[in-house]
């Protein structure tokens, strides 16, 4: 057992036990909610938030709330010994909710000045993190349409042709010969530039669904 003994008040009981789970609950919340912070920042599917300035950012707002549920254990540990069960809960909920308040109200000073709220430098990071992800989406991106233009490439000219047409005739008139016409010019792959064209402009389920219907 933990025993804190503040003097004067009674004895305060912690079972080990319940602290490491308000722990790992601490630390499990604190990844997921950074998480969805930087997707929701940054506007980028969460596949494209794994990049290590968000792993950063996660750790350190893990760390500051396993800091704050630890603190929030020696009061928990004062509630109805017939709540013990639910320690964990609270100390993790209390120690959570109570770092947003620090992050909130504590200023870094130097020589007396203020510099930055803790907030600005945890929003520094939240920044670093989602311009991370975006450009990690720009590359996901990237890869994604020359994967699609390669397979496309090798799709038969009326199926390809029959596909352009369909998507992208509405943005620009005998867009076959036009993209044809490209190729030829910069001696490059018509087949290929056509499906640089489909894999940019139309919707990857669509390319997807149609290229499963091709191969098959």
């Not at 994604?144 to 620009?172: C, G, M, P, W």
């Amino acid at each position: 057992m933990l025993v804190v003994d503040s003097g004067t008040a009674p004895a305060l009981t912690v079972l080990p036990a319940h602290l490491g789970w308000a722990l790992v609950f601490a630390v499990v919340f604190s990844f997921v909610l950074a998480s969805i912070e930087i997707s929701n920042v940054s506007k980028k599917p969460m596949r494209s938030c794994l990049v290590f300035p968000s792993f950063l950012y996660c750790s350190i707002r893990a760390f500051g709330n396993v800091v704050a549920t630890l603190l929030a254990s020696v009061l928990v540990a004062r509630i109805d010994p017939a709540l013990a069960n639910f320690y964990w809960l609270f100390a993790a909920f209390l120690g959570i909710f109570s770092f947003e308040t620090i992050l909130k109200n504590m200023n870094v000073t130097v020589a007396g000045a203020g510099i930055l709220t803790l907030q600005a430098w945890m929003d520094k990071a939240l920044n670093a993190a989602s311009a991370a992800s975006i450009e990690s989406d720009l590359q996901r991106t990237q890869i994604d349409i020359e994967k699609l233009a390669h397979r496309l490439s090798k799709i038969k000219d009326e199926e390809l042709n029959a596909f352009v047409i369909t998507y992208l005739a509405s943005q620009v008139p005998n867009i076959v010969d036009t993209l044809e016409k490209a190729a030829a010019a910069n001696k490059a792959n018509p087949r290929l530039h056509k499906g640089y064209a489909v894999a940019t402009v139309v919707s990857r389920s669509q390319v997807i669904a149609f290229l499963k219907e091709q191969e098959n």
